[in-house]
């Protein structure tokens, strides 16, 4: 089965690093544009960090041409600025201003190429922070996130690059948006991301209850939840989260696990009412839950309405049978050879997945066809390459 490819025939080109900016790329590059990823000569650093870095350049790189360029040198600039004269989006994630001095600001380039969206990912929207360098856990730390996500006084950023992710999310959004929008005036315009006020975004439903409340959001860990079963409880094995969030369920979930007496005290019928009298009901139910398996416990709830999750790990997912049978992990072969199976975009169009075999490009891959594409002629693209102004592998 083909995967959708609704932005076919959209050009962009990507001056990224890490993982903010190359997302905006991959969700591009996944619904069908053509996107060329500019990387320095020898290929972008992030392809060779270690530990929680080694998988950011597999999973935000995939279905992109990788030309690499010398950007300070003269032959290197020349192809940077014909590739955007070319393109429908321009996508970079650099400090503030280090595209600018280049010569590569919206402002140049819109000059000869009026139809350019120029995508910039950034720590901070234009304000008094926007010089700082920001990171995905700068932004959580800043923003509220790690505060909400820790144990009081313990701030803790969360198990992946959310923030990241969610800017470029955003990004992609606001390029849509102005592709449409170019529909209607033919011309391009600037779009810009950023991590502290997505944090701030994400965030906002603690600073609504604020403002409903008059009450200070307590840290997740720490707080008072909006229903009285919704937690993680342990098995005799391994966890599972269960929650019951109606009266009707709570009527089920005393039924499902004979909880006749819990049933039968009307003073806890209504969702408030149990919440208030959390610490007697909790014990109880803990008790009940520790005398069964973690699959035992899955098997009664399966079907049945209550939402409920047993623990999962992220290696566990390889073998996840919804994702094999949604096909939510696309073939991927690695720069070294190695095979393997990624998370896809996660989402439905006609009922297709965008889904299609990946391969990593190794740097500078697409050198040439790239610069064939550009008009360079086979002697120029050799002199380009022999002094060092383009990397071809």
């Keep these: 089965m083909t995967g959708p490819t609704p932005l076919a025939g959209l050009k962009a080109v990507e001056f990224t690093h890490m993982v903010m900016g190359p997302t905006v790329g991959h969700v591009l590059a996944s ?76 402002e140049a380039l819109s000059e000869t190429n009026p139809r350019l969206i120029y995508c910039s990912e950034k720590g901070f929207l234009p304000g008094p922070y926007e010089e700082r360098t920001a990171l995905d856990e700068v932004a959580q730390m800043m923003g509220g996130l790690a505060y909400m996500t820790g144990l009081p006084g313990k701030p803790l950023r969360a198990g992946a690059s959310v923030i990241d992710v969610a800017g470029g999310m955003f990004g992609v959004i606001g390029i849509l948006a102005a592709l449409e929008e170019r529909h209607r005036t033919g011309k391009g315009q600037k779009v810009i991301s950023s991590l502290f006020e997505t944090t701030v975004y994400l965030v906002g439903q603690h600073m609504a209850q604020f403002a409903v409340t008059g009450k200070a959001a307590a840290p997740m860990p720490a707080r008072v ?57 909790m014990p109880q139910i803990r008790e009940l839950i520790s005398g069964f398996t973690r699959a035992e416990v899955v098997a009664k709830l ?29 073939p991927v072969m690695l720069d070294d050879g190695t095979e393997t199976r990624l998370p896809t975009m996660p989402i439905l169009m006609d009922g297709k997945r965008p889904s299609a075999c990946a391969i990593m490009p190794q740097p500078g891959a697409d050198s040439q066809t790239v610069l064939n594409a550009l008009g360079y002629g086979s002697d120029e693209i050799e002199t380009l390459v022999s002094t060092g102004n383009v990397g071809i592998t």
């Design 31 to 106: 619904l069908g544009a053509e996107v060329i990823r500019v990387e320095p000569i020898g290929g972008d650093q992030t392809r060779r960090l270690l530990g929680s870095g080694a998988g950011y350049f597999p999973m935000y790189n995939r279905h992109k041409q990788s030309i690499c360029l010398d950007l300070k040198s003269e032959g290197g600039m020349e192809v940077a600025r014909k590739l955007c004269e070319r393109a429908d989006i321009l996508v970079e994630n650099f400090r503030p201003g280090a595209l600018d001095r280049l010569g590569l600001s919206y």
């Design 225 to 281: 939840s909006a229903w009285a079963i919704y937690d993680v409880f342990e098995t005799k094995d391994d966890p599972v989260f269960i929650g019951v969030v109606t009266d009707a369920l709570w009527e089920k979930f005393c039924k499902l696990f004979g909880l006749d007496k819990l049933w039968a005290d009307d003073t806890i019928r209504k969702n408030n009412d149990r919440v208030m009298a959390r610490d007697r009901i």
């Design 302 to 330: 399966d079907g049945t309405g209550l939402p409920f999750a047993p623990i999962g790990r992220p290696e566990e997912m390889f073998d996840d049978p919804h994702l094999a049978a949604s096909r939510g992990l696309e």
